[in-house]
């Protein structure tokens, strides 16, 4: 099974808050999971990614959670901007050059 | 570096029309692909190349033709166009080993509209 599921559809959250957001996939060779950060007009840019050696890569205010056992990972926010109002974008691959994303989670970080 | 390009960023068709929307990078980069990005249906691959000569289909290839002559371009073509194609295009391409996946450094889009 190739999809990657990504919840919730859209996201508000007070500024300072966390948001997550959650992505489950169901082939147990994907062995890289970035996310992608996309700015309204703007193509996607890679925001951080994890390999299922490690549970848990933080980059500045970025968290990425993996749990290799429920095929499940999930990015947190910390401390969350208006600037971080963007869509995100899960996406898993087996390197077999096919990345596959979810269907992206549009964030509003409320002033 | 540029980066990846894509022109134009707007275009207008009629159904039946064809064009190309073109890709270019400047990176040296070997993989390069094409996306289309649709209202909650997320990023979905139309096809993709490896190399120079090689290319290959993905996720939703049907009414969309392209070709690799050169490692820098990667153009896509649609042949005769239908209002389901009305989609946002992004061109991506990135670094390649066998069985390793790199960062894809997407294009700025091409909005695409069939009337």
């Known amino acids: 099974q190739q999809q990657v599921k990504q919840s919730p559809q859209s996201l508000i959250v007070q500024k300072g808050g966390i948001p997550i957001i959650n992505c489950a996939y169901e082939?147990?060779?994907?062995?890289?999971f970035p996310w992608y950060q996309q700015f309204p007009g703007k193509g996607p840019a890679l925001l951080i990614a994890?390999?299922?050696?490690?549970s848990e890569k933080k980059e500045g205010r970025f968290t990425i959670s993996f749990n290799k056992s429920a095929k499940q990972f999930s990015l947190h926010i910390m401390d969350s901007q208006p600037g971080d109002s963007a869509t995100y974008f899960c996406?898993?691959?087996?390197?077999?050059?096919?990345?596959?994303f979810g269907k992206g989670t549009r964030l509003h970080i409320l002033p | 570096n540029a980066g990846v390009t894509q022109t134009p960023k707007f275009q207008v068709l009629k159904t039946g029309q064809s064009m190309t929307l073109q890709c270019a990078q400047d990176?040296?980069?070997?993989?390069m692909s094409w996306y289309r990005q649709d209202p909650g249906m997320g990023l979905r691959l139309i096809h993709y190349?490896?190399?120079?000569?090689?290319?290959d289909q993905g996720e939703v290839p049907n009414g969309y033709n392209v070709s690799r002559s050169t490692t820098e371009d990667f153009p896509l073509r649609l042949l005769s166009a239908a209002p389901s194609q009305t989609s946002v295009y992004f061109c991506?391409?990135?670094?390649?080993?066998?069985?390793?996946?790199?960062?894809?450094?997407f294009g700025p889009g091409t909005r695409l509209t069939v009337t």
């Open positions: 991506a391409s990135s670094a390649r080993s066998t069985g390793i996946t790199y960062e894809q450094y």
């Open positions: 082939n147990t060779a994907f062995d890289y």
């Open positions: 994890i390999r299922p050696d490690v």
């Open positions: 996406a898993a691959s087996n390197g077999d050059d096919k990345i596959i």
């Open positions: 990176m040296n980069h070997e993989y």
């Open positions: 190349s490896v190399g120079a000569g090689i290319t």
